[in-house]
Nanobody, 124 residues
């Protein structure tokens, strides 16, 4: 069983930056592909970014390209999401997810483990 705990959310202003972290309680974190997704009330959860198990491939939603960066630090069993130039419409609960030998997929259905999420609120 893999447990994922997100942190780093909060209230920021338009244009600000936020760095999210997701720490996994698993022995072989380096064998898991990791993803970030977000969800707003009344809407489906959507893909934000993902990184392959070996860190060689990063995948971004079109809206995230150029502003967000996903990275991983296997020694700390942590994946990060650096978000810059945030917009009010990006207010959401942000979730991280894990898949064994994941290749950085945007398809949330293939992820096996999910965190509880962290709220990011961007004020206008």
């Amino acid at each position: 069983q893999v447990q994922l705990v997100e942190s780093g959310g909060g209230l920021v202003q338009t244009g600000d930056s936020v760095s999210l972290s997701c720490t996994a309680s698993v022995g072989a974190f380096s064998t898991y592909g990791m993803g970030w997704f977000r969800q707003t009330p009344g809407n489906e959860r959507e893909f934000v970014a993902a990184i392959s198990w070996n860190g060689q491939k990063a995948n971004y939603a079109e809206s995230a390209k150029g502003r967000f960066t996903i990275s991983r630090e296997n020694a700390k069993k942590t994946v990060y999401l650096q978000m810059n130039s945030l917009k009010p419409e990006e207010t959401a609960v942000y979730y991280c997810a894990a898949r064994k030998w994941g290749l950085g997929s945007a398809n949330q259905k293939i992820y096996d483990y999910w965190g509880q999420g962290t709220q990011v609120t961007v004020s206008s």
